[in-house]
């Protein structure tokens, strides 16, 4: 009888398996079917897709996020209701972001030259600015300058070593990198005035059957626009100090007040900020401060004007000074500042910058597991990886803080398409590694006087800790960051170019001699030992600043027995950039700053309580 029901039994369970294994031959069949379908896209068609994502008008996608804001604009919040921060902002501009999503960029670089340039003319074609009429390049378009110039032989310079700019071959410094540069050039080279006519194929199609028109030099400034009331200027330094000398230049014009400086990492651009905030706390100016009192204007994506404190859409701008660190984009800039506005920056050799970067930004995805910066330059493929959020710090840093993509090709045609973008943009730039002269050259081009531009190194790192580069290392560090190099020598170029035409080296070096002097009167005045104390040395911890990754950097101590309105004085040209952007903040919003404040106290006492250990009953 068992037997019986045993053999019944059996093709009962081999139908079960059967209906098993066709049960499982169907799923492995649409599975491959699904699989088939999407290898069916193949990866020139994504990079295609990816590209006419990217190189949508950058105005539509301007359009893009003020429709992505429409729910709930933060302009139609009352400032003090709003909790929106960085991470929020970023949140809501998903779409935004996009456009400038490092993959997608990656994915650009993929094409052809001739289409990267086409997009870099598109964008100098957006991105044209409208000059005020007082600036030197707007003097330069009026005298029918071309502002778009053919590749020719690089200007002469002292510190340059001339070589004609070919694919392939590199530019070298006479100079070592540790040296400072004492000799400025004496000539400049004639540049090849020849237009770029034939840079991109015109029978190219355009999106959207827009036709594209290329900018040969900038346009007139904006016309009827209503003069702002002039603010009593109050000396820079108060009277506890000794007035400095007065220019000659200074009574023919009317200094500028409304700022816009594009603050570049590790190019003594900290030094550059304090003297902002000093001229424009002085004269009771406008800052464009980051919301919720953040130290970056939603660094490291790109700028939005939202993040401005107190910034509200469509009304008229009341802003005049905006220094913070950004990621530039100037559309959105544009949003926040007057028309009026006098725009620069600078820039520093990119040998100097990623010396210091390696240690300033030493944890860094780039940087953090690399022994030394020789071993990073020699396996730059094990240590570097462009998709990281942070990779920017370990490579042609200076050209994304200008918004442009740092994995990028970089070709002869491509670098200068980007430096007539950063020309059209910006009314002057500076040179870091002659920082006096570069005080010199804005003071008269700002109208200022020579108390406007002077200063104390700030956010300095102690030197004596580096060991000189070899010349391999030189090499290195100019090959990976070629694209900030070849920026940095055509803006080299320019700047002593304009020094010869503004002014002539005569004044130029008097000027630097009673900056340097005025220097050395306010170092006596203020400073004990005239000069930077080591971190662990400095004794008010209102002055201390910030020690970040492995650099160590620099402060001051004051003089004792100082009276009051010259101590108040020193302490402004010696306060690091978080504590006197955080004073700054506390003066134009001081209601949001006591709820920051206090926000802060209660999150700190929750968090202590949430830590303390729970105490039973006995």
């Known amino acids: 009888m068992y037997a019986l029901k045993k053999a019944q039994l059996v093709p009962k369970r081999q139908l079960g398996r059967f209906w098993i294994l066709i049960i499982f031959v169907s799923i492995l069949c649409i599975s491959l079917q699904m699989v088939g379908k999407l290898q069916q896209i193949s990866c020139k068609q994504k990079i295609k897709h990816l590209k006419l994502q990217q190189n949508i008008n950058l105005q539509g996608t301007s359009q893009l996020l003020k429709k992505t804001l429409s729910p709930h604009p933060l302009s139609s919040i009352p400032i003090s ?42 964008w100098l074609s957006y991105t044209s600015r409208q000059p005020h009429p007082s600036s030197w390049s707007s003097k330069k378009a009026a005298e029918g300058t071309p502002q778009i110039k053919s590749s020719g032989p690089l200007p002469k310079a002292a510190h340059i070593t001339n070589r004609e700019r070919e694919p392939g071959k590199k530019m070298e410094m ?69 007035d400095g000398p ?28 304090n003297i902002l905030f000093r001229f424009g706390e002085q004269r009771n100016l406008t800052f464009a401060l980051p919301i919720d009192q953040f130290s970056q204007l939603f660094y490291p994506f790109h700028f939005v004007a939202e993040v401005v404190e107190g910034f509200k859409d469509g009304t008229r701008s009341s802003f005049d000074i905006m220094c913070h660190h950004m990621r530039f984009l100037q559309t959105e800039v544009q949003r926040v500042m007057p028309n009026d506005t006098f725009y620069f920056s600078i820039l520093r050799n990119p040998i100097h ?134 920026l940095y020598l055509h803006f080299n170029h320019t700047f002593w170019e304009r020094i010869n035409q503004s002014m002539g080296r005569e004044y130029l070096q008097q000027e630097v001699t009673a900056l340097r002097k005025r220097r ?52 402004s040209l010696v306060m690091p950039e978080l504590q006197y952007s955080e004073r700054l903040y506390k003066r134009q919003f001081p209601q949001k700053a006591l709820q920051l404040r206090q926000a802060k106290k209660d999150s700190k006492a929750h968090h202590m309580k949430k830590q303390r250990p729970f105490k039973g009953h006995a």
Not at 222 to 239: D, H, I
Not at 415 to 420: G, P
Not at 534 to 549: F, N, R, T
Request: glycine share 4%; hydrophobic share 35%; aromatic share 8%.
């Open 81 to 122: 209701h709003t909790e929106t921060t960085p991470a929020r902002v970023s949140s809501r501009r998903m779409k935004h972001n996009q456009a400038f999503n490092p993959t997608l960029q990656l994915q650009n670089d993929l094409s052809s030259p001739e289409e990267n340039a086409s997009d870099d003319l598109r």
């Open 174 to 242: 006479a100079d070592s990198a540790g040296e400072s540069q004492q000799n400025p050039p004496q000539g400049t080279g004639q540049r090849d005035g020849e237009l770029l006519t034939n840079l991109v194929d015109t029978t190219r199609a355009q999106p959207q059957g827009r036709v594209m028109e290329v900018p040969l030099s900038r346009p007139k400034a904006f016309k009827g626009q209503l003069p702002r009331p002039k603010t009593p200027v109050s000396p820079l330094l108060t009277p506890g100090l000794p």
């Open 246 to 273: 007065a220019s000659s230049r200074e009574a023919a014009c009317t200094p500028k007040t409304h700022i816009f400086f594009l603050k570049v990492h590790k190019s003594a651009s900290s030094t550059i900020m």
């Open 353 to 486: 910058l990623m010396e210091s970067s390696f240690m300033y930004f030493k944890a860094s995805s780039s940087f953090f597991k690399a022994k030394n910066l020789d071993d990073f330059l020699n396996h730059t493929s094990k240590f570097y990886n462009p998709l990281r959020p942070d990779s920017h710090y370990g490579r042609n840093l200076m050209a994304f803080d200008f918004g442009f993509n740092h994995n990028g090709k970089v070709s002869t045609q491509h670098t200068q398409l980007l430096a007539q973008i950063i020309e059209n943009q910006f009314d002057l730039i500076l040179i870091a590694e002659y920082f006096d002269e570069s005080m010199v050259l804005l003071k008269d081009a700002l109208c200022w006087s020579l108390d406007d531009v002077v200063s104390f190194p700030i956010n300095q790192q102690d030197a004596s800790y580096r060991s000189p580069l070899s010349s391999t290392t030189i090499q290195k560090i100019k090959s990976w960051n070629k694209l900030d190099w070849e």
């Open 520 to 571: 050395k009167q306010l170092a006596k005045t203020c400073l004990q030992g005239e000069q930077s104390v080591h971190s662990w040395e400095i004794q008010d911890k209102l002055l201390a600043p910030l020690q970040y990754g492995k650099a160590r950097i620099l402060g001051y101590n004051l003089k004792h027995g100082l009276d009051k309105a010259t101590k108040q004085a020193c302490q």
